[in-house]
């Protein structure tokens, strides 16, 4: 079954552009889905698709991809963006099967 | 607007079978749109793709966990269940249910439960 693979950590200082990124050969077919996850909480979907955001997320947050790699991008981070981060997206094989990246722990500073 | 909710026990002994049901509310889990799944994260870790179903009863499994795992659909009382079956510590997580949207490709969860945590010990 396929793999995603994201940074462990990134930080950005409060008000600047991060970005996060996501590679697996899934990403080559699919396109990747991405979370923000803090403590205690469910995941809440941020991105989806090429580059769409439900209904109540900010538009700081956006998505692209390229190749094998997804990135998730917040322009003008803020103090609530603290989170863990997860990609996901269908398996290679398209059989109907997920996976979800490692995650990455986002610290605003 | 549409919510789910996990239940069940939150301790199970090493060897049984993990028993939980997510039940929707708020919106049909016959909509031909959406999937349903589950996922679990084990404490302090990452998320992991359990496995998902169809209304109309199709499942797809993750590959390391098939040999155990049996998801199911009950569409007249809107809900679908998770059986994890010779559970060990490992095993131990938060497990939550989550709709699933899936078009040509593209894949997103897009509404989750608030998870239930399950711990495994004797």
């Known amino acids: 079954s396929s793999e995603l693979t994201q940074d462990p950590a990134v930080s950005v200082a409060l008000g600047q552009t991060v970005r996060i990124t996501c590679q697996g050969d899934?990403?080559?077919?699919?396109?990747a889905s991405w979370y923000q996850q803090k403590p205690g909480q469910a995941p809440v979907l941020v991105i989806y698709?090429?580059?769409n955001r439900p209904s109540g997320i900010p538009d700081r947050f956006s998505g692209s991809s390229s190749g094998n790699t997804a990135s998730l991008t917040i322009t003008g981070a803020q103090a609530e963006d603290e989170a863990d981060y997860y990609c996901?997206?269908?398996?290679?094989?398209?059989?109907?099967?997920?996976?979800f990246g490692t995650g990455t722990k986002v610290t605003v500073l | 607007q549409l919510q789910l909710q996990e239940s069940g026990p939150g301790l199970v002994k090493p060897s049984e079978t993990l028993s939980l049901t997510c039940t929707v509310s708020?919106?049909?889990?016959?909509?031909?749109?959406?999937?349903w799944g589950w996922i679990r994260q084990p404490p302090g870790k990452g998320l992991e793709w359990i496995g998902s179903?169809?209304?109309?009863?199709?499942?797809y499994y993750n590959p390391s966990l098939k040999s155990r795992v049996t998801i199911s659909v009950d569409t007249s009382k809107n809900q679908f269940s998770l059986k994890l079956s010779s559970v060990t510590a490992a095993d131990t997580a938060v497990y939550y249910c989550?709709?699933?949207?899936?078009?040509?490709?593209?894949?997103?969860?897009?509404?989750w439960g608030q998870g239930t945590m399950v711990t495994v010990s004797s």
């Open positions: 989550a709709r699933l949207w899936q078009q040509l490709a593209d894949d997103a969860f897009d509404i």
């Open positions: 708020g919106g049909s889990i016959s909509s031909s749109s959406y999937y």
């Open positions: 179903i169809y209304y109309s009863g199709s499942t």
């Open positions: 899934s990403l080559r077919s699919y396109y």
């Open positions: 698709g090429k580059n």
């Open positions: 996901n997206s269908r398996d290679s094989s398209g059989n109907h099967l997920e996976v």
